[in-house]
Every structure is written in C-alpha cells, then in structure tokens.
Nanobody, 122 residues
Framework: QVQLVESGGGLVQAGGSLRLSCAAS??????MAWFRQAPGKEREFVAG????????VYADSVKGRFTISRDNAKNTMYLQMSSLKPEDTALYYC?????????????????WGQGTQVTVSS
C-alpha cells in the first residue's frame, strides 16, 4: 500500500515558478508521475519518472519548462515548474504504479494523491 501527499501548489503570475512535492509512504519502489486536471477537462499526463530517476517522460506541453525528479532517500518526488502559463492552471495529482515503465495513461496508475491546486494568473 502506498499513500501519496502532494504539496507546494499556489497562486503565481504567468512566467513564474513553483515546485510541487509528493511525499510517499509505504512501499515506494514505483514509477511515479504527475497528472493534472483543469475544470471541465480530462485528467492529463504531465511527467513521469522511473524508480532510479534514469528515465523521465514529459508531455509536449511542458517540455523545456517542467522538470521531474525524485529523492528516494526522502521518499519524495518533485515537479519544478518554470515559465508558467495560465493554461497550466489545474489540480495537480501525484500517482504511482507497480511496474517499471513510465506510461502516460491514468488508468495504468494504482495509487493517487488528493491533489494540489496550481493557479497561474495572466
């Protein structure tokens, strides 16, 4: 069993930066990922990282602006977000899956956090 708790969301102006954290408890040798969901839209993949951190995958919409990382000693995953845009406004979720491959499909993930809100003003 894994519990995931996100933090670090907030209100930021366009062009600004935020760092999200996802603290995991329990067994943590999972692939982890960030998803987001804006009002009226489907949940979408943002970025994922494997257990070692050697494999990362990003959505095209965030490539070059967001960086995913993890500190396994702290059981924590991060999402450094820079050059934020109003369209990045969403509820950001942390997710984990049993297997070793990073995938972008939400139903392939077995554990989810409650989400942290990111709002980018123009």
């Amino acid at each position: 069993q894994v519990q995931l708790v996100e933090s670090g969301g907030g209100l930021v102006q366009a062009g600004g930066s935020l760092r999200l954290s996802c603290a995991a408890s329990g067994r943590t040798n999972y692939v982890m990922a960030w998803f987001r969901q804006a009002p009226g839209k489907e949940r979408e993949f943002v970025a994922g990282i494997n257990w070692s951190g050697g494999s990362t995958v990003y959505a095209d919409s965030v490539k070059g602006r967001f960086t995913i990382s993890r500190d396994n000693a702290k059981n924590t995953m991060y999402l450094q977000m820079s050059s934020l845009k109003p369209e990045d406004t969403a509820l950001y979720y942390c997710a984990a899956r049993y297997y070793s491959l990073v995938v972008a499909t939400s139903n392939e993930y077995h554990y989810w956090g409650q989400g942290t809100q990111v709002t980018v003003s123009s």
